[in-house]
């Protein structure tokens, strides 16, 4: 069965940072892109950032593009986002999803969520 | 890129079929057959239910259906019941391989 389980949120301050991260198990982690999308309090789905399944990929939209970092550890199953110069509207659950087919990050495909990790931008 | 418009909301009676558009522009939905669609319940994680314009993943009942039209997609749902109630989002891969989600529809099911 496959499960993807966000952690790491939490409440920070603007201009701070967060790292999130994704346990990924059920499946074969490294043959599969995966993609962090988020959802702020009562509005619509952003897709956040993809990477391929090798993880020499990645793509950014562009409201976090020089900000956040995606990676992942193929020996753990593990995704990350390190989260760097955080603004108020960066506040939203964040979501870890898994392609149903591609590894070359390109897709939008998303089979599989976490159940999401709320993260608070906030003085 | 901007967000994919879909209409705020849309509703329908048992039984009834309805369809929801997304408009993109010709670097989006025009240029590429990356549309997927996402059922969302309240307080739930999304759920997919077409992808590459029409497809299926195992499981989604064949009343729902995409469709794709120069820069607009659509999904139609047939035979609606009442667990269709839901928010529902595209998405679509841009020419940079990034991707935009429509606003988001509210399904009401009368």
């Known amino acids: 069965e496959v499960q993807l389980l966000e952690s790491g949120g939490g409440l920070v301050q603007p201009g701070g940072s967060l790292r999130l991260s994704c346990a990924a198990s059920?499946?074969?982690?490294?043959?599969?892109?995966m993609s962090w999308v988020r959802q702020a309090p009562g509005k619509g789905l952003e897709w956040v950032s993809a990477?391929?399944?090798?993880?020499?990929?990645?793509y950014y939209a562009d409201s976090v593009k020089g900000r956040f970092t995606i990676s992942r550890d193929n020996s753990k199953n593990t995704l990350s986002l390190q989260m760097n110069s955080l603004r108020a509207e960066d506040t939203a659950i964040y979501y870890c999803?898994?392609?149903?087919?591609?590894?070359?990050?390109?897709?939008?495909?998303?089979?599989?969520w976490g159940q999401g990790t709320l993260v608070t931008v906030s003085s | 890129h901007s967000a994919l418009t879909q209409p705020a909301s849309v509703s329908g009676s048992p039984g009834q079929s309805i369809t929801i558009s997304c408009t993109g522009t010709n670097s989006d939905i025009g240029a590429y057959s990356y549309v997927s669609w996402f059922q969302q319940h309240p307080g739930k994680a999304p759920k997919l239910i077409i992808y590459?314009?029409?497809n299926r993943p195992s499981g989604v009942p064949d009343r729902f259906s995409g469709s794709k039209s120069g820069n607009t997609a659509s999904l139609t749902i047939s035979g609606l019941q009442a667990e269709d109630e839901a928010d529902y989002y595209c998405i679509a891969s841009t020419y940079t391989s990034t991707h935009i989600f429509g606003g988001g529809t509210k399904l009401t099911v009368l």
């Open positions: 999803a898994k392609d149903l087919f591609c590894s070359g990050g390109g897709c939008n495909n998303f089979d599989y």
């Open positions: 990477i391929s399944g090798s993880g020499g990929s990645t």
């Open positions: 590459e314009v029409t």
């Open positions: 059920g499946f074969i982690f490294s043959s599969y892109a």
